[in-house]
């Protein structure tokens, strides 16, 4: 049962000079979700692509809550449930996403990252393809989640090349991973604790390549106070202004002590959870 | 528009520039490649169509056609000539040249080993059609076997100039995916996303050749990003050590191709190709000691010396030729290869994949008839499909009939290894002491056998290749019975030295006797702990796991060969059992029911409590019975001793606390018959007393223990006694079934049946494992 609430916000832009936005992002507080999904660029139907993604994730989480969708036993048995339902609608929509791309010629090739996180049971539980990026900002800190699956990004781990190179060179545009272009795709899984008063920002690489890290963590610190709407177009906004070559999206969640509830409001929500 | 076109996918049988559809040879990425007959001319035409789904792409259309027309304008027998260029009926199309033959991948792939002497005719015309490409000031950027097509009469030609490439290059400020084959002949400055020039192309000459020449790719890895940064960091592999038949030369220049600085490998195309020329010159004269240097060889050196040019001029040039095509680019270019398989050829260009090593041979001695390694081949997927299958089943049996029988000598190995050393410590064996004592007491001995040393270290040994065996995939489910086979043959060794090695003579007879129940828990166990640890079980396998525990609690029961039941329900042990069965029902469930947040270890954890709490209640039976039975008799002393009034105080104080329950043994009047015998006296006349009393409970074999009994109770008391009746009960099951090893060789047969399980886990172990890998 989950013992805060949450707030949400999501802000797309289509930047200064593309000419569609191929973004797509979803926030749901019935299911405590919240997705980026970043369509590729070049590719046909990129915005397609991404769309599938979100809606296929939202709505694969939202059966398996009702029950209307059962995730099979020998579905990965050993992960919790959050990281089966988030797997299992990742994938989903992955093969949602690659069939559409097969049917027809306008689609071939259409891609798209997906950054997804949901939060239960005072656990944000993220998946993660592509170049989009999980960040948490705790206690004035803020942390990059995820890791980019940019060759990029492979060739700084392994030190070939380092992140200033990196930030300037031609690779840093070619995923390693993305969905939809293979039948099955190999899912960054993530799980942390999420605190009273953390907040968790889901963005596509359009902020970030308007924004360093530093300045997202100075923009989220400095908005404490302000609404969560308001900061998320704050960032959308900044970040237009000193880069716009691509699509900018970014999705803010902030988790917020419980509210005061009635016993019987109390008791509702314990059935609704427990059921 | 776009989904007008798509609408209708096939252009059979239409017309496009003149040229007539007849027939699609290949889909990629970038879009379909027709075959087609050109009108006018009267011949066979390749027409590739630019995907309409990029038709919308301004750019990458621009560049698809400024592309074409720079490939256009080369005319060179190594480089499919493109004809016609343009836009009709809202497709935009190149016209090339149809080649009859195949890709240099498919004939690697049908010749695992070209001659020396074909590789390097193929590879001089490539340079050819790459020198003249770049003299043009144009980058192929994805040289690889696939791209170099043969025709019947074995002339190469390179395709795919580039044109993916320049699209790919244009495909906006985000994302490409999923670097493709190509991969493996990528160079480092192109990986590492760096400006290229044409020694890129090089370098990818280099690797291909490397491929040509071994049939193995120079880097492999898990996946392509391994492979690219391996051709960035690693060392370059040398050739010959793949074919050792390979003059030095070639495999140098291969090396030197490959080198990781554009500045340390051959600078032109050009340079490499008056390389090769001269060292197969060398070579040739080499061979032909004493005759004349062919003179058309020198002439055509000199004029190449005159005709090559160093990289800056050609960089300025091409500078000077692209600075049109350069305005439209962006500066953000993709340079990695595309996902686009199906290129320009009249082929499926299948990913080619690593050769075994062991098929590379020497080169033959036979120049292969060229035309025939030319010829086109009839498909033959069902044939290929039939030989994977039978490569698979081959595999299957190799692993069968090499890592079985090792495994089956080592499962020999370690029971013999063991046996012995149990068999030499047997010398300190303590009949009467627990189980566990006699086990570990050997290791300690003041003196030890001769050998013992040797068979410890053997012993060490074996338990390292046990350990050993674990990381290998086939032998890791069996490591567990493994293990158990070792403690079993120790034990065997160390309490039946009577029995030799592996007689199975009595066996049959005992099968279903209650001393055998131990064998075929020790078994189970090994078995469900096995299956228990499998880390994706199906469901078959969870329903085994379970089985098998069930089983192993039954035996658990029947092992502990208590025919004395339990003979006063006292509440404690009762809530013990049903515990324990609680128990058992909950590792059932966790191991059918697979959701393993709890890993394996709980339901074993689980599970041995289950088994231990079972084993309390039998053993409750016993301890029972001998309870009543000691009660019986002191009432029986007692009842003679009625006279005695008041208890006198106690004469030693060694013998107990003073406020204990006083016991006819300690009385001082002497009037007690058992208190004046000596202590042997006063055994044989209980033992004669217990006899009557309880006639079951202890036999002739059980003097010693009976005495140990009683020589508790006359200095402890009544608890004494009864934690003295405890250890005895606990031991007993262990005891006798040493006992009956001796003489029905149980832990003989015990050790062969671990033997076959833990080979039956091997073979599932293969099994399995081929399965996966198909």
């Avoid at chain 2, 030369?249 to 340390?264: F, G, I, N, R, Y």
């Avoid at chain 2, 039975?629 to 009625?642: G, P, R, Y």
Wanted: charged fraction near 20%.
């Amino acid at each position: 049962m989950q013992t805060f609430d949450i707030e949400f916000a999501a802000v797309t832009d289509i930047g200064k000079i593309r000419e569609k936005n191929e973004d797509n992002v979803l926030i749901s507080s019935d299911l405590s979700l919240g997705v980026v999904a970043d369509g590729m660029g070049g590719h046909s139907a990129g915005e397609i692509a991404s769309n599938i993604a979100v809606s296929v994730l939202a709505e694969t989480v939202r059966k398996i809550n009702t029950g209307a969708l059962k995730i099979p036993d020998n579905f990965l048995p050993k992960l919790s449930l959050s990281e089966r339902k988030i797997l299992l609608a990742a994938n989903l929509a992955n093969a949602a996403i690659y069939s559409t791309a097969q049917s027809a010629d306008t689609y071939r090739m259409m891609g798209t990252t997906l950054t997804g996180v949901l939060l239960e049971d005072n656990l944000a539980t993220a998946v993660h393809v592509g170049d989009s990026r999980l960040y948490l900002l705790r206690n004035d800190k803020i942390i990059q989640i995820t890791t980019d699956h940019s060759l990029a990004m492979e060739h700084i781990r392994r030190g070939l090349l380092t992140k200033a190179e990196a930030d300037h060179s031609k690779i840093q545009n070619i995923l390693t991973r993305a969905m939809g272009i293979k039948k099955n795709i190999e899912f960054d899984l993530l799980k942390f604790p999420v605190h009273e008063g953390d907040i968790l920002l889901l963005c596509s690489d359009g902020l970030y390549k308007g924004l360093s890290e530093e300045q997202i963590g100075a923009l989220l610190r400095a908005g404490r106070h302000t609404p969560l709407v308001k900061l998320c177009k704050q960032l959308v906004h900044d970040s237009n202004m000193h880069d716009g070559q691509d699509n900018i999206s970014c999705v803010l969640l902030k988790i917020l002590p419980p509210q005061k509830l009635s016993w019987t409001q109390r008791l509702k929500r314990f059935f609704k959870h427990s059921c | 528009m776009a989904q007008e076109q798509s609408q209708q996918p096939s252009l059979v049988g239409q017309e496009i520039s003149g040229c007539e559809i007849l027939q699609k040879i290949a889909v990629g990425g970038m879009g379909a490649v027709y075959k087609a007959r050109h009108k006018a001319l009267d011949r066979i035409v390749c027409v590739k169509i630019l995907s309409p789904a990029l038709t919308n792409d301004k750019k990458a259309v621009e560049l698809f056609l400024t592309e074409a027309r720079a490939i256009a304008e080369l005319e060179h027998p190594n480089i499919v000539q493109v004809y016609n260029v343009g836009r009709e009926k809202g497709y935009y199309f190149i016209v090339m040249g149809f080649i009859e033959g195949q890709t240099l991948s498919q004939l690697v792939k049908r010749n695992k080993t070209l001659p020396l002497e074909t590789i390097l005719k193929l590879f001089e015309e490539v340079l050819l059609g790459l020198d003249a490409a770049h003299a043009k000031g144009i980058i192929h950027r994805d040289i690889k076997p696939s791209n170099i097509l043969i025709n019947t009469d074995g002339q190469a030609k390179i395709v795919d100039f580039g044109i993916a490439k320049k699209v790919d290059k244009e495909k906006g400020t985000t994302k490409t995916t999923e670097l493709a084959g190509t991969a493996y002949f990528i160079a480092p400055e192109q990986a590492l996303g760096r400006e290229l020039d044409t020694r890129a192309d090089l370098y990818s000459v280099g690797a291909s050749l490397y491929y040509v020449l071994t049939g193995q790719f120079p880097y492999n890895g898990k996946n392509t990003i391994d492979i690219i940064q391996k051709h960035i960091n690693d060392p370059v592999p040398n050739p010959a050590a793949l074919r050792p038949g390979m003059p030095a030369w070639l495999s140098a220049a291969v090396q030197k191709l490959m080198a990781k600085k554009p500045e340390d490998r051959f600078q032109t195309a050009k340079e490499t190709y008056v390389y090769f020329q001269k060292a197969r010159a060398e070579e040739q004269l080499r061979i032909q000691k004493g005759s004349s240097i062919n003179l058309g060889d020198n002439s055509s050196l000199k004029l190449v010396q005159e005709e090559k040019f160093s990289t800056t001029e050609l960089q300025r040039k091409r500078q000077a030729e692209k600075s049109l095509k350069k305005s439209t680019q962006s500066n953000k270019p993709s340079l990695l290869p595309s996902v686009d398989k199906a290129a320009v050829l009249p082929v499926t260009a299948n990913a080619a994949k690593p050769v075994d090593p062991s098929s590379i041979a020497l080169p033959t001695a036979s120049e292969a008839a060229t035309k025939g390694i030319y010829s086109n081949p009839a498909s033959g997927a069902l044939e290929h499909a039939l030989r994977q299958k039978a490569r698979w089943v081959g595999g299957l049996l190799k692993d069968l009939l090499i890592k079985l029988p090792i495994f089956i000598l080592f499962t020999i190995g370690v029971g013999y290894v063991f046996y012995h050393l149990g068999n030499i410590c047997s010398a300190g064996i303590i009949e009467h002491d627990g189980l566990l004592a006699n086990l570990i007491n050997p290791f300690f001995a003041k003196t030890f056998q001769p050998q013992q040393w040797l068979y410890m270290l053997l012993g060490v040994v074996t338990l390292g290749l046990i350990f050993a065996s674990a990381a290998v995939k086939e032998y890791s489910r069996a490591t567990v019975t493994l293990f158990l086979l070792a403690f079993v043959s120790y034990m065997a060794g160390l309490f039946s030295p009577q029995v030799p090695f592996l007689q199975t003579g009595h066996i049959w007879e005992f099968l279903f006797t209650p001393q055998y129940y131990l064998c075929y828990l020790v078994v189970a166990f090994a078995g469900a702990v096995a299956v228990c640890s499998t880390y994706n079980r199906t469901i078959l396998q969870g329903a085994l796991g379970g089985a098998l525990v069930i089983l192993v609690v039954a035996l658990a029961y029947l092992s502990s060969h208590l025919s004395i039941p339990p003979a006063e329900h006292v509440v404690q042990f009762q809530i013990l059992f049903f515990a324990g069965l609680f128990a058992t029902v909950v590792a059932v469930y966790y191991l059918l029911n697979r959701e393993e947040r709890t890993s394996v270890i709980m339901p074993l954890f689980i599970l041995l409590l289950a088994m231990g709490c079972l084993w309390v209640y039998n053993v409750s039976g016993l301890v029972q019975t001998a309870k009543h039975t000691s009660e019986a008799l002191v009432q029986n002393i007692d009842v003679k001793n009625l006279f005695r009034e008041a208890p006198a105080p106690l004469p030693e104080e060694d013998y107990g606390l003073p406020n204990r329950p006083k016991s006819p043994f300690v009385a001082k009047d002497n009037t007690n018959e058992v208190s004046v015998m000596e202590d042997q006296q006063a055994h044989d006349f209980l033992a004669s007393q217990f006899a009557v009393l309880a006639p079951n409970a202890f036999d002739g074999e059980n003097t010693a223990l009976f005495s140990r009994l009683l020589r508790r109770y006359y200095k402890g008391g009544q608890s004494n006694l009864n934690t003295t009746l405890w250890e005895y009960a606990l031991t007993l099951p262990l005891h006798r079934f040493n006992q009956n090893a001796q003489t029905n060789s149980a832990y003989t047969f015990l050790m062969l049946l671990l033997m076959m399980l833990s080979v039956g886990f091997c073979v599932c172990g293969i099994f399995f494992k081929s399965e996966e890998e198909e």
